[in-house]
T-cell receptor
Framework: GENVEQHPSTLSVQEGDSAVIKCTYS??????FPWYKQELGKGPQLIID?????GEKKDQRIAVTLNKTAKHFSLHITETQPEDSAVYFC?????????????FGPGTSLSVIP | DGGITQSPKYLFRKEGQNVTLSCEQN?????MYWYRQDPGQGLRLIYY???????QKGDIAEGYSVSREKKESFPLTVTSAQKNPTAFYLC???????????????FGNGTRLTVT
């Protein structure tokens, strides 16, 4: 069935350290993997995404890696800053419906300690 | 600036009353969605619309209704039939029709509904 698992559910790091969040999806036909950041009281905002034809994408301190064989993808944040504190959601499309149903992971609450 | 506007930010209602949440977008997106977010849970799809005058039920549509009379607007009505309406409601849009695209979702900043 459709499912996106996300680990860890909470993550606490010291400012300047790296943070890694991992997601696993079930639909092998999935081909687009976005990451969203949700700050308190706001809606999620896209921070980075990757398509299935590449294995890694980087944007300044944020990177995403994709392993299609293992059906998992990860978010890497380097040199973390207090403003990185938020809830992060991964997502993947479930292709076996009449539309690309987007399945979200349950979220990771990241705290960056100054 | 283009974006999605949800109003109001906070909404309080008495049990048994219907309430309508507003969602407007000026991104010229075809697809629009309503999600519900409860504490400690991910996003659950209530309804989606691929195009004007068309909409489909998501995973938790019971007790909700929508309309899509204009491309820019996708209001959600929480009816008295919804057993646990208190939640944070998020509206989103995307470029592709019905989400059959590899484009990201653009979210509004949500409406927090409290029903007592």
């Amino acid at each position: 069935g459709e499912n996106v698992e996300q680990h860890p559910s909470t993550l606490s790091v010291q400012e300047g350290d790296s943070a890694v969040i991992k997601c696993t999806y079930s639909d092998s036909a999935s081909n687009y993997f976005p990451w969203y950041k949700q700050e308190l009281g706001k809606g999620p905002q896209l921070i980075i995404d990757i398509r299935s034809n590449v294995g890694e994408k980087k944007d300044q301190r944020i990177a995403v890696t994709l392993n299609k064989t293992a059906k998992h993808f990860s978010l890497h944040i380097t040199e973390t800053q207090p403003e990185d504190s938020a809830v992060y959601f991964c997502a993947a499309p479930y292709m076996k419906t009449s539309y690309d149903k987007v399945i979200f992971g349950p979220g990771t609450s990241l705290s960056v300690i100054p | 600036d283009g974006g999605i506007t949800q109003s109001p930010k906070y909404l309080f209602r008495k049990e048994g009353q219907n309430v309508t949440l507003s969602c407007e977008q000026n991104l010229n997106h075809d697809a629009m969605y309503w999600y519900r977010q409860d504490p400690g849970q991910g996003l659950r799809l209530i309804y989606y619309s691929q195009i004007v005058n068309d909409f489909q039920k998501g995973d938790i549509a019971e007790g909700y209704s929508v309309s899509r009379e204009k491309k820019e607007s996708f209001p959600l009505t929480v009816t008295s039939a919804q057993k646990n309406p208190t939640a944070f409601y998020l509206c989103a849009s995307s470029r592709g029709q019905g989400g059959r695209s590899n484009s990201p979702l653009h979210f509004g900043n949500g409406t927090r509904l409290t029903v007592t």
